[in-house]
């Protein structure tokens, strides 16, 4: 969380298997906008109501993937990301 607050956050891939994770996101929730990062990749191996809550977490995008097949969904965050920036410099 230090880390978070001092610095602009792209992106934080989050497994939230571990329930101390789980706290991470809700320390996220409390941070302001301003502080949260842009991009939330959250790793579980079911989805329940609390992950419903967190794709609310405004202004971050959070993207929710199901294990196994959760690095496929990382990349296309990573591409999205990717060309998202090459237009903001161009």
Known sequence: ME???ADHT???VVDI???ANRDLFDAL???PESKRPEQVAVFSE????QLREWRKLSPSRVHVFLKPLHMH???NVLRQMER???RADA
């Open 3 to 5: 880390l978070i607050c």
């Open 10 to 12: 792209d992106l934080l």
């Open 17 to 19: 298997t571990n329930n």
């Open 29 to 31: 929730m409390e941070l």
């Open 46 to 49: 079911s989805i329940d109501g």
């Open 73 to 75: 969904g990382l990349l």
């Open 84 to 86: 998202q920036h090459s």
